[in-house]
């Protein structure tokens, strides 16, 4: 593999400046305050260089938030095959709330959710959109627990998915508006299994 030139260095360089100012800009003032002017003036380059580096400001949060999707697939690989469904989600889950506290971080999650409750953002938003790698994982999940007779036979697996998909929004929104006592792995395991006992085959 070919070492990058220094104009190509340089590119990487102003990307993650573009990247870091951009979502402490968004922390500090809120998604919808912030115009790309701005985030330019504060890198000191031209609103192009911007958009040859982001479509977006829209596009800034999405690159950043992406990271998790290469995370899910390393927790997946290291997940036992042989446990049933509803463990596997479990500790999907787990491992993904324990990412979100530990390495995302409140600022940038509240800057997520912020962004897609603007009308600034037309398209579906990332945080619903069924190609992200963590909803192909379930989709796996709750397809294997109804082949096996795990989970129900008379809901979709698109329903299902739905309800699972809102346990992980919810209780992040409730991990955002509470004080630090608020544990959220903990509270998400525990709501997310009484959700799926209720998927299951009784």
Same mark, same amino acid.
């Given at each position: 593999m070919n070492s990058l030139t220094s104009r190509q260095l340089k590119a990487l360089e102003t990307r993650e400046k573009l990247l870091k100012t951009s979502l402490d800009l968004f922390n500090k003032h809120g998604f919808e305050y912030v115009s790309v002017e701005q985030i330019t003036k504060a890198c000191n380059v031209s609103k192009g260089t911007f958009y040859t580096h982001f479509p977006s400001k829209y596009d800034v949060i999405l690159e950043k938030f992406k990271e998790l999707d290469s995370f899910y697939s390393t927790v997946e690989k290291n997940i036992d095959r042989t446990l049933p469904a509803s463990e596997k989600i479990l500790l999907l889950y787990q491992e993904q709330m324990k990412y979100l506290t530990n390495v995302v971080g409140k600022d940038l999650l509240r800057t997520v959710y912020t962004a897609a409750m603007t009308n600034q953002v037309e398209q579906d938003h990332y945080l619903i959109n069924p190609q992200r790698k963590i909803f192909q994982i379930i989709n796996s999940y709750i397809e294997e627990g109804i082949r096996l007779g795990e989970f129900r036979q008379d809901l979709q *697996?698109?329903?299902? +998915? %739905?309800? /699972? +998909?809102?346990?992980?929004? %919810? @209780?992040?929104?409730?991990?955002?508006?509470? @004080? #630090?006592? =608020? &544990?959220? %792995? /903990? #509270?998400?395991? +525990? =709501?997310? %299994? /009484? *959700?799926? &006992?209720?998927?299951k085959v009784k």
């Open positions: *697996v698109t329903g299902m +998915q %739905a309800v /699972i +998909q809102r346990c992980m929004r %919810a @209780n992040i929104y409730d991990w955002l508006i509470h @004080n #630090e006592d =608020f &544990d959220l %792995a /903990i #509270e998400m395991a +525990q =709501f997310t %299994a /009484i *959700v799926l &006992d209720g998927l």
